[in-house]
């Protein structure tokens, strides 16, 4: 156990944030900035009418913060809840690869709600962004695999300090109160993934509890309630509790921090499903194009990461059947079926018309895997299907990429693409103004009376 009088991660980390400004931050991080807002008040349009974010409009507080695409306000820790769902819901945000989390879907829920509570400039907010942010990129890398192998989700606990931390720096929070948000966050962390067992809904709402709760540590630190300066690296902090079955790689928390960001490598999804899924749909569809019949199929073998198995492949036969459209978002035989039959996978292939289609899940039936140890996961999200015919023919291919992510990213022009489809998917008649106030907000043009623009009013 580290000694009290050692410097702690998190005075360390505070020592960072206190430093912080915007006139220090990079262009190239602004931009991305710029690119997570725009994506991320999309996919609140498109998920404005489903049920599960109106179930939880209908369990949240009054007040005066703002709902993306709604004409409703409430308090901002249900704000933040409610926008952080809405974000998530339908899996298609974006991805650090390296984690894997969900940063935005924590991150903008979280600032906005910060912006309106301390009435932050735009700037504030930019910062408060990369802040948070690039906290939650560099926790991810100090504990590759463990979270998700010991039961948890890594975006619902890793999220939670990201949100208090982006939430302290943003609001210009002197250094005790840093470490204290810090330390509270670490009773608040939460989320496990059980939903994975019959698709329930708990995991949409993991991103917005994290931002809520990261919301709540900060303002408690600021009334001058304490944490532990060791919830870290302590006898009973984080990285015991939630990641106990490796080392954590703390240099990869410290190691060129403030010149190196890795959130500059955040990956945008082209599929609404989960991250891992999306390589072996690229590969499906590669073979669909040279026009295959699905029903000259005999079988389908993968090769795959072993970190992967227990959320994405098993129990297989689940997996061959998805029990809710949910459910299918996180099955990787079912995304091959998707790529092989269909040739695209879209919102309308994740519903129960899509589900209960006899030839996708004779297809997604066929499908097997077997554990590649050279794998590079969690580094790197890849895809490997080979399917043999009727006719004894062969048909394989591989993708060592994610498409959206660091080594083939997308475009501006794509993700504002994806914006309008979203706005679409959700019937939102003036996207465009939604658009606007994110540009704003990136330029560092304006102040916390933005955000109420982001509501339908």
């Not at 959130?263 to 499903?273: A, G, V």
């Not at 039959?341 to 004779?362: C, H, K, Q």
């Not at 999200?381 to 992510?405: C, S, W, Y």
């Amino acid at each position: 156990m580290k000694s009290q009088t050692e410097i702690s991660i998190s005075e360390r980390l505070a020592d960072w944030g206190t430093g912080l400004s915007p006139a220090k931050l990079k262009g190239e991080t602004v931009s991305k900035c710029r690119d997570l807002l725009v994506d991320s008040t999309g996919l609140c349009l498109a998920s404005r009418n489903t049920d599960y974010v109106t179930a939880v409009i209908n369990a949240i507080e009054p007040g005066p913060n703002t709902i993306i695409a709604h004409d409703v306000t409430a308090s901002a820790s249900s704000a933040a809840l409610v926008n952080g769902t809405a974000v998530h819901g339908e899996d298609f945000d974006d991805t650090f690869e390296g984690g894997p989390i969900h940063t935005s879907a924590v991150m903008i829920p979280a600032m906005l709600a910060a912006a309106e509570i301390y009435r932050l400039s735009s700037s504030q907010i930019i910062l408060g962004i990369v802040a948070g942010t690039e906290l939650f990129c560099r926790l991810a890398l100090t504990l590759p695999k463990a979270i998700h192998t010991g039961g948890f989700h890594p975006t619902a606990i890793l999220g939670s300090f990201a949100a208090a931390f982006g939430s302290t720096v943003a609001s210009s929070s002197d250094r005790d109160t840093i470490i204290n948000a810090l330390g509270i966050t670490g009773s608040m962390a939460s989320g496990i993934i059980e939903y994975l067992g019959d698709g329930s809904w708990t995991k949409r709402m993991h991103p917005g509890w994290a931002a809520q709760s990261g919301l709540r540590a900060c303002a408690m630190a600021k009334a001058g309630f304490i944490g532990p300066r060791l919830v870290f690296e302590g006898e009973h902090g984080v990285f015991k509790v939630f990641a106990g079955s490796i080392t954590p790689r703390t240099e990869q928390l410290f190691e060129d921090l403030g010149n190196l960001y890795h959130m500059d490598t955040i990956s945008f999804k082209p599929y609404p499903c989960g991250t891992m899924v999306q390589p072996y749909i690229d590969c499906a569809r590669q073979i669909h194009e040279q026009g295959i019949d699905p029903n000259e199929i005999v079988s389908i073998d993968c090769e795959t990461a072993e970190g992967i198995v227990h959320r994405l492949w098993e129990p297989l036969p689940l997996k061959h059947h998805p029990p809710t459209p949910y459910a299918a978002k996180f099955s990787v035989p079912y995304g091959i079926a998707l790529g092989l039959v269909r040739g695209y996978a879209g919102p309308d292939d994740f519903n129960e018309a899509a589900i209960s289609d006899p030839t996708l899940l004779d297809v997604a039936g066929k499908v097997n895997y077997q554990i590649d140890p050279d794998n590079p996961y969690p580094n790197t999200f890849t895809g490997h299907v080979r399917v043999r015919l009727k006719n004894g023919e062969e048909l394989e291919t591989r993708q060592d990429f994610l498409r959206g992510g660091k080594q083939s990213p997308l475009t501006r022009e794509e993700i504002d693409e994806k914006f309008y489809s979203n706005a679409k998917v959700g019937d939102y008649p003036e996207p465009e103004s939604i658009l606007k106030a994110c540009n704003r907000i990136a330029e560092m043009q304006g102040d916390f009376k933005l955000i109420s623009s982001l509501g339908s009013r």
